[in-house]
């Protein structure tokens, strides 16, 4: 494991610092793309072109009062965001931005990234429980039983590139793969971008936080800066989910020049966003019970039959899977 | 059917019905306050060729005369034309029978009416506070004798 | 009994609204059951302004102004029922070009309460896009009556015995390049609302309203014409001068809320169509009646009725005594308050999330419910 620059790593690129302000330029990102599609101008007011408006908008946060209901059960309404908000750094620790620019890389990495994930559902749903709130409770139990049953599908669909690429660590995987495995699989693609829609909850699949429904889902009861580490979380989770995808999808930082891998990760990452963003201007959300169908009838018997062209692809093309 | 065969139906068939007027493709009629349930089932069963609502349900408050008048306006789609029963109740019996089972649109006109006037339904399920915030419930702030306080100094 | 006792502990009841992003201010009382809606009920009340009872205490022509404010979305509309009503009891001639300038207004402010209603009902689905674009398609409407009466939102054009300002050619212009750009904007939000798969997985079979249940709750306007049923009074019974127009509003039998939608965006058509026939064929004239600012009425009492974007409205106006200057009683009667009680009916048995596209899809103004 190569361990120069280890603190500057951790701490600025790709750790703790880039994920702070690539959260906020994301939200900026997401504001001016969301208002230019609206017919809207979005921030604009707070620097030049409103890019500080984020930034005011989190010291805002911090100084705001906590309101709590009186129902909460404070200590873990105090806790559970934060936990939220450390946990979904961890999947972003093992990506690798390039050749040099990763936090740690072993030899099963990938399965690493979807343990983290997995405690995710948990922790919403406590949230949803400890707010004390009908409101937050549903959104809790929505947001569980949604990230619970699209995991399924998300996982299986991730065997896919380690079965092509013949390795459970994402370096290997990205170094392996010649051409984009969604060009190689796009069924295992597709299942995988939507589980990880529907993990990230964004449009179509924000049903926990259905605005006219349940006013915030599970975050409705939180105020201040636990509500900021919420929608901190959130987006972490977001960058985490895309990375995913363009590491196990789109080649990683595999691209043509030297030493432009980092540039190429981004890139594809901003590619994937704005789709994001898209899907979340124009479409409307699907109802709960329509997307736990759409899981077991349709993602997971998809996942398998990705699988299987997997290694139906193993044995077509021997010869150029044997590069590994 | 027209406007006049519609009335005639209605003259002919309720014993206390005195036509009123016509205006226009609206029929008025006054019937005692015990023939209404009568009126409701006739109009609910006799005609099967039409299409027809209950349009509203409202009182008017007389205090000079001692009472309460009411109005029901069913509306005959396909007739083009609206029929309106006049209601009187004194104002010592402010009693009337609920429709709402035969017309369930009567429901919230009947409640509304009952917390703004102090009519009473007689066999309405549901009769409790409706509109009115709990400051003005109870004081039937549609009657005549309810002024609107308005208070400029206090206004300031 | 312990089956039940299980199945008790189950539900859970909470208020939804009136502080709620998804609710105008009305609350529902709901107990739910996991996701199932088990009972609802319906509490409203929370703008209740006691319009016609300060309607008893100013004159006819004062009362014009609170006649609007029973919803402002379609305010047109609104006071055109009760100046109806007014000249109706007083025996007022108004004259041609007065009722085709009425025509026009109210059909304008119909085209803005529909287009209005359909990006806040897109937007409770969650495209926010279709709200934004709706309500900027919006804004040419209010800059209309901007123009023409001076106020964009409470136009206050109508006024007892013809409207408050005449027409112009500037009017006509502004009046043909929004119908010019309404064309083209409804193909946009068909193309991006009505063909998008998970908004018709949302709405299609999704609160179905029966013929019969549609005629028990006195349904009116789109949403009775949404479960089969042609109530349009402007074509039933056509008040002002909509008989020299051809149009046909049209008729679904579905009655869900895709049926709903699509009978309210066809109805912005049909306002094009009557647009497109009044616009030429403005008659010179006067356009509006002298009438003394004291109003004076005998005796008697009238009912108007007008289609609204909603449904009906009907006014009832009762003097009781010869040359009274004041409305003895004034009842409103509106489309909203008859369309909101079923929601105590069809959303039970429904999904949670279905809520604010059932509610969402009958139109209901929170301030024509409670007046």
Known sequence: MNTDFLFIKVAVFPGVLFVLFGCLYLMYFERKTIARIHGRIGPQYVGYGGLLQTIADLMKLMFKEWIFPKTAKKAALFLTPIALFLLAFLPLSVVPWGENWYVADFSVTLIFAFVVIAAIPFLSLLLGWSSGSKYSLIGGYRAASQQIVFEVP????????????????????TKNQKIWFLVLNPIAA????????????????????????????????????????????????????????????????????????????????????????????????????????????????????????SIGLLFAFPNFFRGV | MNVEELKKKFLDNIKTAQEEKIQDNQ??????????????????????????????????????????????????????????????????????????????????????????????FEGHPNLKQFLLSDELFGKHPMRKSFKIEHNPEEAK | MTENKERSSSLVSFSYGPQHPGTHPYSLLLTVDGDRIEKVEAQIGYVHRGLAKQAESRTFIQALPIMERSCFIDSVNHQFGYVMAVEKLAGIEVP????????IAAELSRMNSLISWFGGYAAETGINSAFMWAWKDREMFLDLFGHLAGS????????????????????????????????????????????????????????VVSKEKALEYAFTGPNLRASGVQGDIRILEPYSVYDHFKFTPKVMTEGDNWARTMIRLHDIETSMEILK???????????????????????????????????????????????????????????????????????????????????????????????
């Not at chain 1, 959300?285 to 039959?305: A, C, G, K, N, T």
Request: proline letters at 4%.
């Open chain 3, 96 to 103: 041609e070009r007065a009722e085709y300038l009425r025509v």
């Open chain 3, 152 to 207: 964009r939102v409470s136009v206050m054009y109508l006024t007892i015995g013809g409207v408050r300002w005449d027409w112009n050619d500037k009017l006509t212009n502004l009046t043909w390049e929004i119908i010019d750009y309404m064309e083209e904007r409804l193909k946009i939000h068909k193309k991006l609302v009505m063909k998008n798969s998970i908004f018709k997985k949302r709405t299609k079979g999704v609160g």
């Open chain 1, 154 to 173: 998300l996982f299986l669909s991730a065997l896919t590139p380690a079965i092509l690429a013949n390795s459970l660590s994402l370096m290997d995987i």
């Open chain 2, 27 to 120: 029929i008025f009629i006054k019937i005692d306050k015990e023939d209404i349930k009568t009126v409701s089932k006739f109009i609910k069963e006799q005609f099967d060729d039409v299409n027809k609502i209950l349009e509203q349900v409202f009182a008017i408050d007389f205090p000079d005369r001692n009472e309460m008048e009411m109005i029901y306006t069913w509306w005959f789609i396909e007739y083009h034309a609206l029929v309106h029963f006049r209601v009187i109740l004194p104002y010592d019996d402010l009693k009337v029978v609920s429709i709402q089972d035969d017309w369930v649109a009567a429901n919230w006109h009947e409640r509304e009416t009952w917390e703004m006037f102090g009519i009473d």
């Open chain 3, 277 to 371: 026939q009044a616009l030429p064929e403005i008659p010179e004239g006067e356009y509006k009646t002298k009438v003394p600012l004291k109003l004076r009425a005998n005796a008697g009492e009238a009912y108007a009725r007008v289609e609204l974007s909603r449904g009906v409205m009907g006014y009832y106006i009762r003097t009781v005594e010869d040359k009274s200057t004041k409305p003895y009683r004034v009842k409103i009667r509106g489309p909203s308050f008859s369309h909101f009680q079923i929601v105590e009916d069809i959303l039970v048995g429904t999904h949670m999330a279905d809520i604010p596209i059932i509610k969402g899809s009958l139109d209901v103004c929170p301030a024509d419910l409670d007046r």
């Open chain 1, 190 to 309: 597709f299942v995988f971008f939507v589980s990880m829609l529907a993990m990230m909850e964004r449009q179509p699949f924000d049903i926990p936080e259905a605005e006219s429904e349940l006013v915030f889902g599970w975050k409705t009861e939180l105020s201040g800066i636990f509500f900021g580490w919420s929608i901190f979380a959130g987006y972490t989770i977001m960058i985490g989910g895309s990375a995913l995808f363009v590491v196990l999808f789109m080649g990683g930082f595999n691209g043509p020049g030297n030493n432009l891998g980092v540039l190429w990760f981004m890139l594809k990452l901003a590619l994937i966003w704005l789709i994001l963003f898209a899907m979340r201007a124009v479409l409307p959300r699907y109802r709960m019970d329509q997307i736990l169908r759409m899981s077991w009838r349709l993602m997971i018997p998809l996942s398998l039959v990705s699988i299987g062209l």
